[in-house]
């Protein structure tokens, strides 16, 4: 179901990874938020009714980042729209929770609550085992698994670019390294 706007005085979206490249952003803002009375150090260009009396060009507008974005909406478009988007990741999602779920050696590490479409983090519970899934899932072509620093462990990034077959392949090689090191 769509999203009310009208419910938000301010919405701010970084659009990398499902819409177009990091630095880009998505901004609406309630008409009662553009105004004059800012705080008096807040720059020009930071003023949301600078970009409103502009049409959004006070400045030069990223136009690359501009572009991929306008990409990105055809190839979404083409594909069916958000819901097609939506019931794809609901899919590739499940695939990968699926098998943590019954996985005797990974484990995933957010509650079922508050699961992700996007980034599902795992682990195995043990360090020196998460580093050579992480090393031999590098030498397999899987790139880019290895956890957020803070947290450790694996995580695998979904975005909407990932093919439901990279999914698959994330599973069959997790399985199979669970039938080697279990």
Request: hydrophobic letters at 40%.
């Amino acid at each position: 179901e769509p999203m009310d706007v009208s419910k938000y005085g301010l919405i701010y979206g970084g659009v990398q990874k499902n819409v177009g490249p990091a630095g880009v952003v998505i901004v609406i803002v309630r008409d009662d938020l553009i105004r004059e009375n800012v705080l008096p150090f807040t720059p020009t260009i930071m003023r949301y009714k600078t970009q409103a009396d502009a049409g959004s060009l006070s400045n030069t507008p990223p136009c690359y980042g501009i572009y991929m974005c306008g990409k990105v909406f055809q190839w979404l478009k083409g594909l069916g729209g958000l819901e097609a988007m939506q019931k794809l990741n609901e899919e590739k999602a499940a695939i990968l929770y699926d098998y943590l779920d019954q996985s005797k050696l990974f484990s995933g590490t957010a509650k079922k609550e508050f699961r992700s479409l996007m980034n599902v983090p795992f682990v195995t519970g043990n360090p020196e085992l998460d580093a050579k899934f992480i090393a031999e899932a590098k030498a397999a072509g899987i790139e880019n698994i290895k956890g957020h620093r803070s947290v450790g462990g694996m995580r695998a990034s979904i975005y909407n670019a990932m093919p439901k077959a990279g999914v698959e392949a994330l599973v069959q090689f997790m399985d199979k390294f669970e039938r080697e090191n279990a």
